[in-house]
């Protein structure tokens, strides 16, 4: 379990408003659209129902590992794969490998681009930053995942409480 | 920068909404002109301030006052 | 090009003719967008007296140069058409994505035309545009029509407009929607789309919008998204949406309750953002790029139609189906009215208005059960109130009557002016859920010449005297009068008026999300001038943004008065000026207000320059806007309106 901070992705918390694509799209490539974002929200309106989806920092990452040019790697310092725009010939292996489909090929380039966790961004990455309801948050995963299996805790309690009572 | 006199002070002052007829009675003065007067209808109360303030007619104390009493202390100000 | 996509796409429903028009730059500067182009397409191509479901009548969806970018909330869409409810202008507007989905695809507007044999709907795929047999898709909820269409062109990611089965059956108040449940609510352009036998017009955009600074857009929007993690009204919104009004309204004595004969119940907790957000909240929901997310998904998880769900409701949603018919005690009847509108696609605020004026009408024995078909319209008949929806939605039995807007329905029962007194409307038109007697004195005011129809609080939204309390020194800054904040007060409320008017229209022609700007004051003029010239390269100031929203607001009028409508019309529902506000709860803050209209349109019409005799926009106004060819068209019309306000009755729809 990697201590840096990496993305996590509620979709509970998810109001499907794409602040986080439009963000990351114009923060990135100077435009505007969910073409050039590197995190997606995929959404059942019927249901009102909504999954955002992007890079989850895999530790042994499947994008990296099928690359034929070595241009997706992982930058150990970051946490996270980048792909080298330079040597990249746009195979899209890793885009098919991803399990969260998080990479895709880029309509002006052909190549695959992928999320960088806003590298060098002040406030960190913009989709986590913006995002209005907590679906996405930048922060160390195990700390998340203590404070998870907390608050499940906390749940089930209060739950167990309940059924006393009634 | 007195403007006005107390008299019509007062006037305004019994007024429940005062914008247009403030306008047009500085601009009736020379105080402001057509342009200014036309930016204040659209922009709103700080502009009005902000002319005032670079014409001289209220200094920095003045348009202080008036960004926090509005109407009111303007008014006060003009006349 | 920065900003616009710099072309409209024109369909022709009748020949099948797909056009693209460019826009030229001198045209994107005056009008901006959204509601600018669409405002002028109706006032150039659709004629007065045009019946709404004549094939050759418009239905106009406009975009800005805004709409899909980084901005606070840039999905909104406004849809245009001369109304079939009041037959004047009507336009209403959207949230959800599908704006934003129109611009990638490469429009700033749509404008539909004529009228195809059978059943279509339109697929606009990029530049590929084609027009599809739709019979399959009629009848359907746009719930179903929705996933059948995303299946049968094998694309679940797709956003669609949509009219539901009122809008077929041409009913005077129905809706169009996008993403299922976004509605662009009132003044009928789902009727006019179902004239023309369109029931969809599903969109895939693999574009971008293009930004001349993306660095000063950057900055911009970051301070703004910023700013609203902490503002007041976005945390209220976001937790428990605009159902966060019934506690307020129903202390500032603005609820609705029985056709607005009251302003307040001791019951009104039962629908309050708060209950609902405890007891039927399933999902928070937000329109494209918005930081404020207001929107709601219920699921009604027990009691009376429990496993229902549907996307909504908003507060104007709930309320009229709601207190305004008498329904408070249990809320699973409300929201279950508030499924049913969606999924007929009607206008919740008009037909919980003319249901209400219906039951008024029993009440007061104008109407009986031989005219209702048998129903009766006793208040809180909850199982009447959901047959009746159903029925407009049909135009069956009763229904069908109502399905015409509540002034007609008045004539056509022969119920005389009477009946008219509690239609509650404004060139016909009714209100929504804000008794001017509460809320407020601007929102009053503004209702008595809204634009598109009277009645109508989103033609100002004039929130300076909602939630500019919040904001200690706003009303300071734009009306030079703090007191202006509270409702119940005329003090600046004309200026207040027509500055927000103006800031509105503008913001509709920009299609952001009038919630950053009003109601939130999170973004404020000057703000959106600066992401507005970071996106487009240009240099607007704030005069000029606040000049195109008057440009806009006075062709507007000014289609009106080529409607023969204007002064004589200006007023709100007698009800408003001549019954003293009743006590409703013991801490209701506004017992015994009457609403005091001539205490402030003369004063409103000097600040729009315009005739208070007639109504009508002097010649000076329209030269200084730009508007010469208006002022031609109307220079026959004043004197002739005059003249027809001195010898004929008033008018209640046209």
């Not at chain 3, 607007?540 to 009106?560: C, H, I, K, M, P």
Request: glycine share 10%.
């Amino acid at each position: 379990m990697s201590d840096g901070k990496v993305l996590l992705f509620n979709h509970e918390k998810c109001a499907g408003c794409r602040s986080c694509v439009v963000g990351c799209s114009l923060y990135h490539d100077g435009e505007c659209g969910k073409v050039v974002s590197r995190v997606a929200v995929v959404r059942n309106e019927r249901f009102g129902e909504s999954f955002p989806v992007g890079c989850d920092a895999c530790t042994d990452a499947p994008c990296a590992a099928v690359c034929p040019t070595g241009a997706c790697a992982m930058d150990h310092e970051a946490g996270i794969t980048k792909i080298d725009a330079n040597k990249c010939i746009g195979c899209k292996e890793c885009a098919m490998a991803c399990p969260f489909a998080a990479i895709n090929m880029h309509y002006k380039t052909g190549k695959a681009f992928k999320c960088d966790l806003c590298e060098g961004r002040e406030e960190g990455p913009v989709c986590a930053d913006w995002c209005p309801g907590g679906a996405i948050t930048y922060e160390a995963a195990n700390v998340s995942l203590k404070v998870k299996r907390r608050n499940k805790l906390t749940e089930r309690l209060q739950a167990a409480k309940v059924g006393e009572e009634g | 920068m007195a403007v006005m006199t107390k008299a019509q002070a007062k006037k305004f002052n019994e007024m429940t909404d005062k914008m247009i007829d403030v306008l047009n009675f500085l601009k009736n003065g020379k105080v402001i002109d057509d342009a200014e007067h036309r930016a204040v209808m659209l922009k709103g109360f700080s502009k009005l301030v902000d002319v005032l303030q670079e014409k001289k007619i209220i200094n920095a104390k003045g348009a202080k006052a008036a960004m926090k009493g509005g109407f009111d202390s303007l008014i006060a100000e003009l006349s | 090009m920065n900003g616009w996509a710099g072309q409209r796409l024109r369909v022709d429903l009748t020949t099948g003719e797909i056009t693209k028009e460019p826009l030229s730059f001198e045209y994107r500067r005056k009008w901006i967008g959204g509601r600018g182009f669409n405002s002028d397409v109706i006032y150039n191509e659709v004629p007065p007296n045009l019946d709404p479901y004549d094939p050759k009548a418009r239905v106009c969806f406009g975009v800005g140069p805004m709409s899909g970018t980084a901005a606070p909330s840039t999905g909104r869409v406004t849809v245009s058409a001369k109304s079939p409810l009041t037959g004047g202008f009507g336009d209403a507007n959207m949230g959800g994505h599908w704006g934003a989905e129109v611009k990638y695809a490469g429009y700033d507007q749509i404008i539909i035309q004529g009228r195809a044999k059978k059943p279509v709907y339109i697929w606009i795929d990029d530049d590929k545009v084609e027009i599809r047999d739709a019979s399959h898709l009629w009848g359907k909820f746009p719930r179903e029509a929705d996933q059948m269409i995303k299946e049968e062109l094998g694309d679940e990611d797709m956003h669609i407009m949509m009219i539901g089965p009122a809008g077929e059956n041409m009913v005077r108040f129905a809706c169009a929607f996008n993403d299922v449940w976004r509605a662009a609510g009132r003044t009928g352009t789902g009727g006019v789309l179902g004239s023309k036998n369109l029931k969809a017009i599903a969109t895939r955009g693999s574009g971008t919008v293009k930004v001349a600074d993306p660095k000063k857009l950057m900055d911009v929007c970051n301070r703004l998204r910023q700013a609203f993690k902490t503002d007041p009204m976005k945390m209220g919104l976001y937790e428990i949406g605009s159902l966060a009004l019934i506690n307020v309204a129903n202390r500032d004595g603005w609820l609705p309750w029985k056709n607005f004969q009251g302003g307040a119940h001791p019951d009104a907790n039962n629908l309050s953002g708060e209950t609902h957000a405890a007891t039927v909240l399933k999902h928070r929901e937000g329109c494209f790029a918005c930081p404020i997310c207001c929107g709601r998904f219920t699921q009604i998880r027990d009691g009376k139609f429990a496993g229902e769900e549907f996307g909504g409701p908003e507060y104007e949603h709930a309320v009229p189906t709601g207190p305004r018919v008498g329904i408070i005690d249990d809320a699973n009847d409300i929201w279950h009215n508030c499924c049913l509108t969606n999924d007929y696609g009607i206008d919740a605020i008009e037909t919980g208005g003319v249901i209400a004026s219906a039951m008024e009408w029993y009440q007061r024995g104008l109407i009986t059960t031989k005219d209702t078909g048998g129903l009766e319209l006793e208040w809180g008949n909850a199982e009447v109130v959901a047959t009746l929806i159903e029925q407009i939605g049909q135009r069956k039995g009763f229904g069908a009557i109502l399905a015409e807007g509540a002034d007609r329905a008045s004539d056509k029962l022969g119920l005389g002016e009477e009946g008219h007194y509690y239609t509650i409307t404004t060139r016909g038109m009714t209100l929504p859920g804000d008794d001017p007697r509460g809320l407020g004195f601007g929102y009053g005011l503004s209702f008595s010449m809204g634009t598109r129809g009277g009645c109508d609080h989103l033609r100002s939204l004039c929130c300076l005297e909602l939630s500019g309390a919040l904001y200690p020194g706003l009303n300071t800054q734009i009306l030079g009068d703090e007191s202006a904040c509270k409702p119940v007060t005329i003090n600046s409320k004309p200026y207040m008026v027509y500055y927000e008017e103006n800031q509105k229209a503008t913001t509709d022609c920009l299609n952001v999300c009038c919630f950053t700007t009003h109601w939130s004051y999170a973004v404020l003029t000057p703000d959106q001038v600066e992401y507005l010239n970071a996106v487009t390269g240009l240099d607007f100031t704030e005069e000029d943004f606040q000049e195109v929203g008057e440009r806009v607001y006075n062709l507007e009028r000014a289609y009106w008065n080529r409607c023969m409508s204007g002064s004589r019309e200006d007023t709100v529902p007698e009800r408003f000026l001549k019954e003293p506000m009743p006590q409703g709860v013991d801490y209701q803050t506004n017992v015994g207000v009457t609403f005091p209209l001539n205490d402030m349109l003369p004063q409103y019409y000097r600040y729009r320059d315009w005739d208070p005799k007639s109504g009508f926009p002097t010649d000076r106004k329209l030269k200084q806007l730009g508007l010469d060819y208006v002022a031609k068209d109307l220079a026959p019309l004043r004197s002739k309106y005059v003249s027809e306000t001195e010898k004929k009755k008033k008018k209640w729809y046209y």
